[in-house]
């Protein structure tokens, strides 16, 4: 008959971890049974064959539904990580006897099966909650004062399954769901009983130790009997990186965990781990340029320990670091402690998955691809990076005429389109439209593991699953959308999908009659074509696109522009100004049949919002479509005393967008726009003076500069466009000195 011990430990738990891979050495068990679903046996296997890097996941999922997943992540003080080294490591069987996901995830879609009468917290981490019971936020601080004063490990595990027994006595009825996991545990146990092993050890989560160790008093009919005829979906896994911040943020399966990385030092370095973790903590400050010397790290320590005594404890508690930590080393800076706890308490380590573990296809392939592309290097680091940077170039950049270069860019933006946003390709001045130089800023995380299981539903490859999601854009997909996919498409070099999202850019062109829909997309339409002459790709219908959407644009445009407020008005100009420099850059015919006319519309016409007017006004004066008579006139007209205050600030907004140099370099100009400043009370002057600082923020400083050094000339006497002389002089000079002494500062600063 075989012996059985049954271990209850808490997931994930690093005192659990320490005492029971002391129990196996000590017992030498030929075979280690542990809490792990049983169609995963093979995966959970590997552990031991392959080189994994925790922290690690096994994610088992839905085939039909990639969304509907188990995770079982492991840390490296993880209890059941620890017991498959030890066994591989001492050549003992192991064998994973939890519910098969494929049981669990058809039995998640039928909730009224699963109906639970007890606290699932305490089902999930009994011990946690004792903890809680006894007063301790440190479940790991409870463990050691409760537990580690014992030297025998096998009396410590027999108190925590009394303890558990006698919690489920309590007529606390788990849930149907908890029952069925043990009757398949109870019928795997018995399998291994009868295979001749004579020493039986099982892991198991404390929770589920009595009904283990009681197997005897359930019938093997009564539990086949329970898991006869239970639904079934079809699964696959996949091992994936997983980090600290997502074992704290998400633990999955197991307990939760709030502090790996102290957690991890607790494992290593038992009692001692405060001690090291506040030599780490004075050596991280030190890093960071702040005086902290080993001194201060002792003193911390004696303080935490007292801190421990006061509150009759034998350990300090993480509260008690902290707050030692605090006091010495931060010198009371609750930045400086933010800064250790988030690298000592919750850490950044990341896991590691070789190629040869179980993988999803796609993620196979991605390792391959960033091979081919060499960007290996970049993948799995931490932090921004730039692509190719050297000392010489810390900015880096692709060099797109290079086949490596154009591979890179090619995978980044593939990526983009699965919504792995790894890299994102930045603006230089140097990187025009037609050139073939990229800027990078690559910035990997470790949810980029999960995001790529979630984009293995498109494809195997990362090539077909871009290409297959580029092509299932949504149906109400507006202009600038599509526009932008077919983008994004051009540059990872699908040629085909990108096709297919052309057809419904086009058929969502020839429908809408959204002026603003229309202003926003054909930006982005421009950037395609002028991308495609410079590439050398053949964005012909694309352009027959824009000479079709355009004019019929520029017939609308007036009418959109009518009686608007302040904020529409200001979108509006946003997509105007944007889609009117893309189209005075492709030099197309249509500028001077229809766009050139409806921009004179907006500046004539009573009614166009002022913002708009003001805005078209600049613009035919730029061209040298209206002179500076006409122009003096129409901003005379503006700024006349019967319009009020906000409708000429709004005008002038638009009419100075982006550059003041027009007032510079044409005095009239100025000295009519100085002349409606002058005469403004001081009620109005304040209710405007939020949008005049807008505008005036949009110039360069050097522009400023020249205007402050203008209006700090002495007052002058000019003649205006009706022959009248007008004194320029501002009535209070207090309030005017006062004012030239703000905007002094403003252009400083």
């Known amino acids: 008959?075989?012996?059985?011990?049954?271990?209850?430990?808490?997931?994930?738990?690093?005192?659990?971890?320490?005492?029971?891979?002391?129990?196996?050495?000590?017992?030498?068990?030929?075979?280690?049974?542990?809490?792990?679903?049983?169609?995963?046996?093979?995966?959970?296997?590997?552990?031991?064959?392959?080189?994994?890097?925790?922290?690690?996941?096994?994610?088992?999922?839905?085939?039909?539904?990639?969304?509907?997943?188990?995770?079982?992540?492991?840390?490296?003080?993880?209890?059941?990580?620890?017991?498959?080294?030890?066994?591989?490591?001492?050549?003992?069987?192991?064998?994973?006897?939890?519910?098969?996901?494929?049981?669990?995830?058809?039995?998640?879609?039928?909730?009224?099966?699963?109906?639970?009468?007890?606290?699932?917290?305490l089902q999930r981490d009994p011990l946690g909650e004792m903890a809680k019971l006894a007063g301790h936020d440190d479940r790991e601080q409870w463990w050691e004062i409760t537990f580690e004063q014992t030297e025998d490990d096998f009396a410590l595990f027999a108190a925590i399954n009394e303890l558990i027994t006698e919690l489920r006595k309590e007529g606390n009825t788990s849930s149907r769901e908890t029952l069925l996991r043990e009757a398949y545990m109870r019928k795997v146990l018995r399998k291994n009983i009868k295979g001749g092993y004579e020493r039986i050890a099982v892991v198991c989560g404390a929770w589920h130790s009595p009904a283990l160790l009681q197997w005897k008093q359930h019938k093997a009919t009564a539990d086949n009997q329970a898991l006869r005829g239970l639904p079934k979906v079809k699964t696959n896994a996949a091992w994936i990186p997983w980090s600290y911040p997502r074992l704290a943020r998400m633990s999955g399966y197991g307990a939760g965990v709030h502090s790996p990385a102290w957690y991890e030092m607790s494992f290593d370095y038992k009692?001692?781990?405060?001690?090291?973790?506040?030599?780490?903590?004075?050596?991280?400050?030190?890093?960071?340029?702040?005086?902290?010397?080993?001194?201060?790290?002792?003193?911390?320590?004696?303080?935490?320990?007292?801190?421990?005594?006061?509150?009759?404890?034998?350990?300090?508690?993480?509260?008690?670091l902290k707050h030692a930590a605090q006091s010495t080393l931060c010198e009371g800076s609750a930045e400086r402690l933010a800064l250790i706890e988030q690298k000592l308490l919750l850490g950044e380590k990341v896991g590691i998955v070789p190629e040869n573990a179980t993988v999803v296809p796609?993620?196979?392939?991605?390792?391959?691809?960033?091979?081919?592309?060499?960007?290996?290097?970049y993948w799995g680091k931490v932090g921004e990076q730039w692509l190719k940077a050297t000392k010489a170039n810390p900015r880096g950049g692709l060099d797109l005429r290079s086949e490596s270069d154009l591979l890179k860019s090619q995978l980044l933006n593939q990526l983009q389109i699965l919504n792995i946003n790894w890299g994102s390709q930045q603006q230089n001045s140097a990187n025009a439209l037609g050139a073939f130089k990229e800027l990078w800023l690559l910035h990997w995380q470790p949810e980029f593991s999960l995001q790529v299981l979630e984009a293995a539903m498109w494809g195997n490859t990362v090539l077909e699953a871009a290409d297959q999601k580029l092509r299932q854009q949504e149906s109400d997909a507006d202009i600038a959308t599509l526009a932008k996919a077919v983008l994004l498409g051009l540059r990872a070099g699908l040629k085909d999908s990108v096709q297919v999202v052309v057809q419904q850019l086009q058929d969502r062109s020839a429908l809408t009659r959204d002026v603003q829909e229309l202003l926003a997309g054909l930006p982005s339409l421009i950037k395609i074509i002028q991308y495609g002459d410079a590439r050398k790709t053949d964005v012909t219908a694309?352009?027959?696109?824009?000479?079709?959407?355009?004019?019929?644009?520029?017939?609308?445009?007036?009418?959109?522009?009518?009686?608007?407020?302040?904020?529409?008005?200001?979108?509006?100009?946003?997509?105007?100004?944007?889609?009117?420099?893309?189209?005075?850059?492709?030099?197309?015919?249509?500028?001077?049949?229809?766009?050139?006319p409806a921009v004179q519309k907006l500046a004539d016409i009573p009614g166009i919002a002022p913002l708009l007017k003001g805005l078209a006004t600049r613009l035919l004066f730029d061209q040298e479509r209206i002179d500076?008579?006409?122009?003096?006139?129409r901003l005379d007209y503006a700024l006349s005393p019967g319009n009020e205050p906000l409708e000429v600030a709004n005008w002038l907004a638009g009419f100075l967008n982006g550059s003041g140099l027009v007032l510079l370099h044409h005095p009239p100009l100025w000295d009519l726009v100085d002349r409606w400043v002058a005469q403004l009370?001081?009620?109005?002057?304040?209710?405007?003076?939020?949008?005049?600082?807008?505008?005036?923020?949009?110039?360069?400083?050097n522009e400023r500069q020249r205007m402050l050094e203008r209006v700090k000339e002495p007052p002058i006497q000019v003649e205006n466009t009706s022959k009248e002389v007008v004194d320029l002089q501002v009535e209070n000079d207090d309030l005017a000195e006062q004012l030239l002494a703000d905007l002094d500062t403003w252009i400083k600063g």
């Open 542 to 596: 694309l352009a027959l696109l824009v000479e079709e959407v355009a004019p019929r644009l520029a017939t609308s445009l007036p009418g959109a522009a009518m009686s608007l407020d302040e904020e529409a008005a200001q979108l509006l100009l946003r997509d105007f100004l944007a889609t009117h420099r893309g189209l005075c850059q492709l030099e197309l015919p249509l500028l001077d049949d229809h766009w050139w």
């Open 271 to 320: 009692r001692e781990a405060s001690i090291h973790w506040m030599v780490k903590a004075a050596q991280l400050l030190r890093e960071e340029g702040m005086d902290t010397s080993p001194a201060h790290a002792q003193e911390a320590v004696r303080l935490a320990n007292t801190l421990a005594a006061m509150n009759g404890q034998i350990i300090p508690s993480l509260s008690d």
């Open 362 to 377: 796609l993620q196979k392939d991605l390792t391959k691809q960033l091979k081919t592309s060499r960007l290996t290097k």
């Open 681 to 701: 009370d001081m009620d109005h002057l304040q209710g405007i003076l939020p949008l005049l600082r807008r505008t005036f923020s949009s110039f360069s400083p």
């Open 628 to 633: 500076l008579i006409d122009t003096a006139r």
């Open 1 to 121: 008959m075989s012996d059985l011990r049954v271990f209850g430990i808490r997931h994930h738990g690093p005192g659990s971890a320490r005492r029971l891979l002391q129990a196996l050495e000590q017992w030498q068990p030929d075979a280690v049974l542990i809490e792990f679903p049983a169609d995963a046996k093979s995966e959970l296997l590997q552990v031991g064959k392959f080189q994994l890097e925790p922290p690690v996941a096994l994610v088992i999922y839905d085939q039909q539904d990639i969304q509907q997943a188990y995770y079982y992540p492991f840390a490296r003080f993880s209890p059941e990580w620890q017991a498959l080294q030890w066994a591989v490591h001492n050549r003992a069987a192991v064998d994973a006897i939890d519910l098969p996901i494929t049981h669990q995830l058809a039995l998640r879609k039928r909730p009224q099966l699963l109906t639970s009468k007890t606290d699932p917290q």
